[in-house]
């Protein structure tokens, strides 16, 4: 495994570390539901926390190494990947959740070269899908946006 990786999963890891601390103490002001509100976060972060463990101190001869070749262009991509992500956290409440999907996934579709019909259908699919998904049942309320 490269040194960027073990270094990336380490980064994880530590802050996978101080989530899960932080959702520990998670107290909800209303509790609908006998396990509590924390179980998913603590249950999400104890994984993601574990896998990039794991990831970190595993031994690299079980794996053949991958030289991602850190080039400018990939850089960028990274970049304006972190960028998209960004918006779609700025603009999730005011568009809502379905709008702010398509349009996170048609980006990023784009970035990685993907065609436009496919990219646009993807979006569209995996935009309602989830929403109807949380909506339906999870019971977990998403915002509309303009729709709402």
């Excluded at 179980?39 to 926390?49: E, H, K, Q, V, Y």
């Excluded at 960004?86 to 993907?114: D, N, P, Q, R, S």
């Excluded at 109807?132 to 509309?144: C, G, I, K, S």
């Amino acid at each position: 495994m490269m040194k960027s990786e073990r270094i990336l999963t380490a980064i994880i890891t530590v802050c996978g570390l101080f989530l899960l601390i932080y959702a520990s103490n998670f107290e909800a002001p209303i509790s609908y539901d006998p396990v509590g509100p924390k179980a998913f976060p603590i249950l999400l972060m104890g994984l993601i926390t574990a896998s990039a463990a794991y990831l970190t101190i595993r031994p690299a001869i079980m794996f053949e190494p991958v030289e991602l070749g850190w080039t400018k262009r990939l850089i960028v991509k990274l970049v304006l990947c972190v960028v998209a992500l960004t918006l779609y956290a700025l603009v999730f409440e005011w568009l809502g959740f379905i709008v702010a999907t398509l349009l996170m996934t048609i980006a990023v579709g784009k970035l990685f070269h993907g065609k436009t019909i496919p990219v646009l259908v993807t979006g569209l699919v995996l935009s309602m899908s989830t929403y109807y998904m949380f909506d339906r049942f999870l019971d977990v309320p998403l915002p509309l946006g303009f729709f709402g």
